[in-house]
């Protein structure tokens, strides 16, 4: 569902203290094929030394290197333009390898990049074995995924699921007779009666799920755009081609696929109508409860076959977009036995939208309980949520509150997923003018829904025209206006920017056992100020404080809680030195992480 179901389904929200030693950084080269100067321009992140060194992640050929990753999600539109269309490419990506092997990436998650109309960005795709000409060739992704591996950086792609465009060669068949050897790929039924579609079933972007077909005189079901005809994988065929498309980017190195809408893969198959609830949603159409085409038990059994392909495979992983209404229904896709996603993206940290330690303790809790011990997978922002910069800040500490929340969710126990340009505290850049908007979402739903552009502008490099995103040819959407000092290149050398800041908490995930490998330990409970707990391996112990206001705030602990009241910094927001857990002060929206029960 594209985590859009979390503006739709759910209510329609618009709502180096620790390093270790490292080998030096790559020399800087020219990998894109670009111009030299065009790649000079661009290239920021190798042009100068880190001020801080990431080391190696010493976990990466595991076969659940995943457990220990940094994922980070890059919408190709936007990340870097090496030919001066406009439109981000893979050369950019590959270009930039660099900045992401120091930030200390693990895994690359890129949306889709396959051939499509662009219907909806990518998400109809016309050839699931291809590249889109505007990103690329196969041969630009072979060079990625190579010059990835070099750098033990994984390549993990956007799988869409629940339906193709209907531009792709299956579709262009099915349509054309009853009786076409394509026709039960998709979903096809007789209407009711004349101009009457099958079911009562909504689109989730407006309209009905189904469009008429005169040619067949039947109806197909889209839960998405009409371009998007849903598959049917209650065809045996359907199921036999789309695992062939994993095992095709396997073979070429993929490690692992990100699920796109796994809930919405099978429709009832007495096709019943959904439930209306009261009122009209922000297209006009009735509030409808999605029970007869999604999240259908069918769902888990696909998954687990496609779980067998995928361990067929060392070390491939599936990352789930998985949105659930109560945070215990995520158990579901991890399988009964781990058998199904190894990463059910857990969105629920998403929707709190404001800084409550109460309501974040409760969101971990949950995780940290579930069932069947699944490892948890944490998400706050995405190219469909929000930039978390502006849902938490408050407009006058945007920055400071930005690190409360790297700090939170780098130092879970878990995997952290995260956007490009977090790592600078990039900004959405919302459009003002309902002509400037681009996402069909936006122009459908403004003023109340302005879109999906605002989180997805041009990363931003360096100080040059349009944030060094490309040689200066207009970019598909706005670069912010705060890019010449939010840019890689300013941050890079800076110890105490955004960039660095990212750099030292990876630093911790890597190199201290407590926070690679320890139990989470909620601590202060009761707090509605400090978010607050403890990492414990079985020789060390992290203690992590976040201050989620904007006053100081005192904290203490007895001298058995943690083993001593003695602790050594690790990583903090003040230039305080000495931690005393008997008495700690937090500065307005600070950050404390220490080694509890050893001396400085």
Same mark, same amino acid.
């Given at each position: 569902?594209?985590?859009?179901?979390?503006?739709?389904?759910?209510?329609?929200?618009?709502?180096?203290?620790?390093?270790?030693?490292?080998?030096?950084?790559?020399?800087?080269?020219?990998?894109?094929?670009?111009?030299?100067?065009?790649?000079?321009?661009?290239?920021?992140?190798?042009?100068?030394?880190?001020?801080?060194?990431?080391?190696?992640?010493?976990?990466?050929?595991?076969?659940?290197?995943?457990?220990?990753?940094?994922?980070? #999600?890059?919408?190709?539109?936007?990340?870097?333009?090496? @030919?001066?269309?406009?439109?981000?490419?893979?050369?950019?990506?590959?270009?930039?390898? @660099?900045?992401?092997?120091?930030?200390?990436?693990?895994?690359?998650?890129?949306?889709?990049?396959?051939?499509?109309?662009?219907?909806?960005?990518? /998400?109809?795709?016309?050839?699931?074995?291809?590249?889109?000409?505007?990103?690329?060739?196969?041969?630009?992704?072979?060079?990625?995924?190579? !010059?990835?591996?070099?750098?033990?950086?994984?390549?993990?792609?956007?799988?869409?699921?629940?339906?193709?465009?209907?531009?792709?060669?299956?579709?262009?068949?099915?349509?054309?007779?009853?009786?076409?050897?394509?026709?039960?790929?998709?979903?096809?039924?007789?209407?009711?009666?004349?101009?009457?579609?099958?079911?009562?079933?909504?689109?989730?972007?407006?309209?009905?799920?189904?469009?008429?077909?005169?040619?067949?005189?039947?109806? /197909?079901?889209?839960?998405?755009?009409?371009?998007?005809?849903?598959?049917?994988?209650?065809?045996?065929?359907?199921?036999? #081609?789309?695992?062939?498309?994993?095992?095709?980017?396997?073979?070429?190195?993929?490690?692992?696929?990100?699920?796109?809408?796994?809930?919405?893969?099978?429709? @009832?198959?007495?096709?019943?109508?959904?439930?209306?609830?009261?009122?009209?949603?922000?297209?006009?159409?009735?509030?409808?409860?999605?029970?007869?085409?999604?999240?259908?038990? *069918?769902?888990?059994?696909?998954?687990?076959?496609?779980?067998?392909?995928?361990?067929?495979?060392?070390?491939?992983?599936?990352?789930?977009?998985?949105?659930?209404?109560?945070?215990? !229904?995520?158990?579901? /896709?991890?399988?009964?036995?781990?058998?199904?996603?190894?990463?059910?993206?857990?969105?629920?940290?998403?929707?709190?939208?404001?800084?409550?330690?109460?309501?974040?303790?409760?969101?971990?809790?949950?995780?940290?309980?579930?069932?069947?011990?699944?490892?948890?997978?944490?998400?706050?922002?995405?190219?469909?949520?929000?930039?978390?910069?502006?849902?938490?800040?408050?407009?006058?500490?945007?920055?400071?509150?930005?690190?409360?929340?790297?700090?939170?969710?780098?130092?879970?126990?878990?995997?952290?997923?995260?956007?490009?340009? !977090?790592?600078?505290?990039? !900004?959405?850049?919302?459009?003002?003018?309902? *002509?400037?908007?681009?996402?069909?979402?936006?122009?459908?739903?403004?003023?109340?829904?302005?879109?999906?552009?605002?989180?997805?502008?041009?990363?931003?490099?360096?100080?040059?025209?349009?944030?060094?995103?490309?040689?200066?040819?207009?970019?598909?959407?706005?670069?912010?206006?705060?890019?010449?000092?939010?840019?890689?290149?300013?941050?890079?050398?800076?110890?105490?920017?955004?960039?660095?800041?990212?750099?030292?908490?990876?630093?911790?995930?890597?190199?201290?056992?407590?926070?690679? #490998?320890?139990?989470?330990?909620?601590?202060? *409970?009761?707090?509605?100020?400090?978010?607050? /707990?403890?990492?414990?391996?079985?020789?060390?112990?992290?203690?992590?404080?976040?201050?989620?206001?904007?006053?100081?705030?005192?904290?203490?602990?007895?001298?058995?809680?943690?083993?001593?009241?003695?602790?050594?910094?690790?990583?903090?927001?003040?230039?305080?030195?000495?931690?005393?857990?008997?008495?700690?002060?937090?500065?307005?929206?600070?950050?404390?992480?220490?080694?509890?029960?050893?001396?400085?």
């Amino acid at each position: 569902m594209r985590t859009l179901l979390l503006r739709k389904i759910a209510g329609l929200i618009l709502i180096t203290c620790c390093s270790l030693a490292a080998p030096g950084q790559p020399a800087a080269r020219e990998v894109g094929g670009a111009p030299a100067v065009r790649a000079a321009a661009r290239s920021t992140a190798i042009a100068q030394k880190p001020a801080i060194t990431v080391p190696p992640n010493r976990f990466a050929k595991d076969a659940e290197w995943w457990k220990r990753a940094v994922f980070y #999600e890059i919408y190709p539109r936007s990340y870097a333009d090496t @030919d001066n269309d406009g439109v981000g490419d893979l050369k950019g990506i590959t270009q930039h390898l @660099d900045h992401l092997q120091a930030l200390g990436v693990d895994a690359i998650w890129i949306t889709p990049c396959f051939p499509s109309p662009q219907v909806d960005f990518g /998400y109809d795709v016309s050839d699931y074995r291809d590249i889109d000409p505007q990103y690329g060739t196969l041969a630009d992704m072979d060079r990625l995924i190579a !010059e990835a591996e070099k750098r033990n950086i994984k390549i993990i792609l956007d799988f869409v699921m629940n339906h193709s465009s209907d531009q792709h060669k299956w579709f262009q068949e099915s349509k054309k007779s009853r009786d076409n050897p394509y026709r039960d790929y998709y979903v096809w039924r007789d209407g009711q009666g004349p101009g009457q579609p099958p079911t009562n079933w909504i689109s989730l972007f407006g309209g009905s799920g189904w469009t008429y077909e005169a040619r067949t005189d039947q109806w /197909y079901h889209h839960f998405f755009y009409p371009q998007q005809p849903d598959l049917n994988w209650r065809n045996p065929k359907v199921e036999q #081609e789309m695992f062939d498309v994993v095992r095709y980017w396997f073979k070429k190195g993929v490690y692992g696929f990100r699920l796109d809408a796994v809930d919405t893969l099978f429709e @009832d198959p007495a096709f019943r109508d959904n439930p209306n609830d009261p009122g009209k949603n922000a297209y006009g159409d009735p509030n409808q409860r999605h029970v007869m085409d999604s999240k259908l038990p *069918e769902v888990h059994t696909q998954l687990q076959g496609l779980r067998r392909v995928v361990d067929e495979f060392h070390g491939r992983v599936l990352v789930g977009e998985t949105w659930t209404n109560k945070a215990e !229904e995520l158990a579901d /896709y991890y399988g009964p036995k781990n058998n199904e996603v190894h990463m059910p993206m857990y969105f629920n940290l998403t929707v709190i939208n404001r800084l409550s330690p109460a309501a974040f303790r409760e969101k971990i809790r949950v995780i940290e309980s579930n069932p069947v011990g699944g490892w948890p997978v944490y998400v706050l922002s995405n190219h469909d949520i929000r930039r978390h910069i502006d849902r938490y800040g408050d407009g006058q500490n945007n920055d400071k509150i930005a690190r409360v929340m790297a700090a939170l969710y780098l130092t879970l126990r878990g995997t952290a997923v995260l956007y490009y340009g !977090e790592e600078i505290a990039m !900004e959405n850049n919302d459009p003002k003018r309902k *002509e400037d908007v681009k996402d069909v979402i936006g122009q459908r739903g403004w003023p109340q829904e302005k879109g999906r552009d605002g989180e997805r502008t041009p990363m931003q490099w360096n100080a040059s025209a349009n944030a060094g995103f490309n040689d200066g040819a207009t970019p598909w959407l706005p670069v912010h206006e705060n890019y010449k000092t939010k840019n890689v290149e300013t941050q890079t050398s800076d110890p105490k920017s955004m960039l660095n800041w990212y750099r030292q908490l990876i630093t911790l995930r890597r190199s201290h056992p407590a926070f690679y #490998e320890g139990a989470y330990v909620p601590l202060l *409970e009761d707090s509605d100020s400090v978010l607050a /707990y403890a990492r414990k391996s079985k020789d060390k112990t992290g203690v992590v404080l976040l201050n989620m206001t904007a006053s100081p705030q005192k904290v203490s602990f007895s001298p058995t809680q943690l083993g001593g009241s003695s602790a050594k910094p690790l990583l903090r927001t003040s230039d305080a030195k000495d931690i005393d857990l008997r008495n700690v002060t937090l500065e307005p929206f600070g950050v404390v992480i220490a080694e509890a029960g050893s001396a400085r």
